[in-house]
């Protein structure tokens, strides 16, 4: 990866503790310096995090924008990068909490329903570039645990790795 959640940037502390906050435009300069100082077969990465499958809306989600800008600047990218985290509370993106009715909904198809989770797929193969799932989180909870958690995983695997974009989890 070149550049991971792209579009969330929070401030960084650095080793002194001061804040660091990441220029504008830093996945267009992260991207052009890695194209010139990687090898050439170097497949460079970009890509985000849990809420793109959750702040979905087709050619108008704020990760297609940004990699239909990149397309247009001639930046190189040779591979995009989903999470899917299923996280508890204290690390869920933008407030979307994991709770055992999510979890439920989640086994019994109503949550990220397989038909969204295809269409957000189909949606950025209009890059025409390889998809990598690059972190997957499903944790085990409620009564069933990794019972649960493992019928979760086979189906979200069978579901990307049937797309023909998906590259590799």
């Not at 170097?42 to 985000?48: E, I, N, Y």
């Given at each position: 990866d070149v550049v991971d959640e792209a579009l969330y940037r929070p401030p960084l502390i650095g080793r002194r503790g001061e804040r660091i906050v990441l220029p504008d435009d830093y996945v267009y300069t992260a991207l052009q310096n890695a194209a010139?100082?990687?090898?050439?077969?170097?497949?460079?990465?970009?890509?985000?995090?849990?809420?793109l499958w959750i702040d979905f809306h087709f050619d108008s989600s704020p990760l297609y924008f940004m990699l239909q800008t990149l397309q247009l600047r001639n930046v190189r990218f040779d591979t995009l990068g989903m999470q899917f985290l299923f996280m508890f509370p204290h690390d869920a993106p933008f407030g979307y909490v994991e709770t055992l009715a999510n979890y439920n909904a989640l086994l019994a198809g109503t949550l990220f329903r397989p038909l969204d989770l295809y269409r957000v797929l189909d949606q950025y193969s209009d890059f025409h570039r390889p998809i990598h799932l690059t972190q997957v989180a499903i944790p085990s909870i409620g009564p069933r645990g990794e019972e649960d958690q493992a019928v979760v995983a086979r189906n979200l695997y069978r579901l990307w790795f049937s797309h023909p974009s998906v590259e590799g989890i």
């Open positions: 010139r100082v990687f090898p050439a077969d170097s497949k460079l990465a970009v890509g985000d995090a849990t809420h």
